[in-house]
């Protein structure tokens, strides 16, 4: 299998997952760049994994069902375009000849799901390969436009309890401006400063910065590490009424929606 990272729009990325003739793409927000690669390398696009409802992730759902007779798999509590196989937590969506797991992570919206698959043989290696949307960023999480503090916790920890080699394929290039916030909340992490000194390398390259590990994440990641002393601290620095897991977490939150 061979994992691409499509950009579209400002800072999207359209994760095409082929096998050299047949391809699946997740949150195709723009069909145009996908139908190019697909011509490109002559495949044929057979099944459309969808996160969540937001149109820079579906706005191109139905131009590639039309033209590849794709199948379609998503939410089934959020409006995807139909028709489309509606999924649970605790469903599966088989797809390019794998077997996802579908988990249930609301809070970025109401019925966000992820795609996640235990064993995926990327180019040689056989790694866990996460499709997670906007619920996890590398250094970061999504905003909550639906859901509450409590339900980002939850869905961000389920992440976290996958392995730690899991292939997280986030769906923004947000790497480097949520690893400035990231140490402006734990400014003595040395794994921290070492990813953005990483990072930064990768983006003056043209390369992106995922995906992602699950491992990495929970070095650096101030959203996965609200448990941590050091996120406590600060947190209650910016809100003093931060005092459990909750309202931690809840304070980190509000401070990234402020931070320049």
């Not at 131009?63 to 794709?70: G, H, P, S, V």
Request: charged residues 15%; glycine residues 6%; aromatic residues 8%.
């Amino acid at each position: 299998m061979y994992l691409i990272p499509i950009p579209a729009f400002a800072d999207n990325y359209l994760w095409l997952l082929h096998d050299g003739k047949r391809a699946l793409v997740v949150d195709p927000g723009d069909a145009e760049p996908v139908i190019r690669f697909l011509v490109q390398h002559a495949l044929q696009l057979e099944s459309i994994l969808v996160t969540h409802h937001h149109a820079d992730h579906t706005g191109g759902v139905d131009a590639l069902r039309q033209t590849f007779n794709a199948k379609v798999f998503g939410p089934a509590t959020e409006r995807i375009p139909q028709p489309f196989t509606p999924l649970r937590s605790g469903d599966t969506a088989h797809a390019l000849g794998m077997n996802f797991q579908v988990l249930d992570v609301p809070g970025h919206t109401a019925g966000h799901i992820a795609f996640y698959a235990p064993a995926c043989k990327i180019e040689g290696a056989s790694k866990p390969l996460l499709f997670c949307g906007d619920t996890l960023f590398s250094g970061g999480c999504g905003r909550l436009f639906e859901g509450t503090s409590t339900q980002m916790l939850a869905s961000l920890e389920k992440l976290a309890a996958l392995p730690g080699n899991t292939m997280v394929c986030c769906a923004h290039e947000y790497t480097l401006s949520n690893l400035r916030f990231a140490l402006a909340v734990e400014p003595d992490n040395a794994d921290l400063a070492a990813y953005q000194a990483r990072c930064t390398s990768l983006r003056e390259a043209g390369v992106p910065t995922l995906p992602t590990s699950i491992a990495q994440e929970l070095l650096i990641n101030p959203f996965l590490r609200t448990r941590q002393a050091t996120i406590m601290a600060a947190a209650r620095r910016f809100d003093a009424s931060a005092h459990d897991d909750s309202s931690v977490f809840a304070a980190i939150r509000q401070w990234k929606n402020k931070f320049q």
